[in-house]
């Protein structure tokens, strides 16, 4: 090894000097800052996104430095299922995710999924606001899914390659559901032939032929720009999209007590902000899609859309806690 000259050692103990100085802060910000990855599915300028920006702003006024989130827009990290996944093993710390995509590993929750219960968004919203809400909230946190609060993305509806308005026209269509068995059988017993796939690819499997249909949200039907690929939206608003603002496990577990109700109460306030910001949203959607060729057409028949709906009812009321549990929910005021 070379030995150092005096003039070296002295600038080295110089470097490492003003080296030693600077690094306690710099490194006493580091420890103190947290880093979340955070999953959305949609652009910066949607409801899904500034959600977080939202949550973010608020966590760091009450802990300032104590948290640096990394928020991950269009889909980049994956699917709901792909995003979900990584929320269960802790890859990613926080996102959005609908009821449709956790009933996979808590069946109960398709309660929420039923087509047709739900008369309009207050009344989602009472339900999940009472005890129903509360043990979704516990058999989810078991999956290693923190629950801080329900959202209401809207109600979904019907989109075509042409205006379908009697559920008689859905025979022989291949209709893209979500991975779910109930909007499975849902579609299914219309006639049509139902395949998953995750939401990032219906673009292009719509704009391909391998599906004719799907069911979306007015917020992201145009979001996702298919009014391009499916122009029409029959306005059947058979389910009302549940979603929940979740945190991985592993994530929540690690945060002490004060921490948590930060979260807890940015979360909430967050997803208020997020049901204001999806009705807004909703209209600003319509308009656009009308602007690129998109159609709203209305359904006929309604009673016929409700009976199809009605039979699955029966066949996932065993899964839900059974048919006086669907009828007391009908009934909240």
């Given amino acids: 090894m070379p030995r150092l000259t005096r003039r070296q050692f002295l600038r080295s103990a110089s470097t490492l000097g003003l080296a030693a100085l600077a690094t306690p802060a710099l490194v006493g910000r580091a420890a103190a800052a947290t880093s979340l990855t955070i999953a959305s599915l949609l652009g910066p300028d949607k409801p899904e996104t500034r959600i977080w920006e939202r949550i973010r702003d608020r966590v760091e006024a009450e802990l300032p430095g104590a948290f640096r989130f990394n928020i991950v827009a269009n889909a980049a990290l994956g699917g709901e299922k792909e995003v979900a996944e990584g929320l269960r093993l802790g890859s990613i710390q926080a996102s959005l995710s609908t009821i449709s995509t956790l009933s996979g590993w808590v069946p109960e929750t398709q309660i929420l999924d039923l087509p047709f219960l739900f008369r309009d968004r207050d009344h989602l919203r009472k339900v999940v606001q009472g005890g129903l809400g509360a043990e979704l909230k516990q058999k ?37 559901v979500i991975q779910s068995p ?29 599906v004719d249909a799907m069911d979306l949200t007015k917020s992201a039907y145009a979001g996702f ?3 391009e690929v ?47 910001l999806i009705i807004s949203d909703e209209a600003a ?46 009934a909240v005021g």
């Fill in 230 to 276: 499916v122009p029409y939206l029959t306005e059947t608003g058979h389910i009302w999209a549940s979603g929940v603002v979740v945190f991985a496990a592993p994530f929540w577990k690690r945060l002490d007590e004060r921490q948590r109700a930060v979260f807890q109460a940015a979360a909430s306030d967050g997803a208020r902000y997020f049901d204001e």
């Fill in 285 to 330: 959607s319509m308009q656009l899609a009308a602007q690129n060729g998109g159609q709203i057409v209305q359904p006929e028949d309604r009673p016929a859309w409700e009976k199809g709906a009605r039979t699955v009812w029966q066949s996932f009321a065993g899964k839900v806690g059974g048919m006086n549990k669907i009828e007391a929910i009908r």
């Fill in 225 to 227: 720009k298919l009014y």
């Fill in 140 to 176: 989810l946190g078991a999956e290693n899914f923190v629950v801080a609060d329900y959202i209401n993305y809207g109600a979904r509806h019907l989109l075509a390659k042409e205006a379908i308005t009697r559920p008689e026209q859905l025979k022989g269509k291949r209709i893209r």
């Fill in 182 to 210: 109930l909007h499975t059988e849902l579609w299914a017993s219309f006639g049509a032939n139902p395949t998953a796939i995750p939401i990032p690819e219906t673009y292009n499997a719509l704009s391909t032929g391998v």
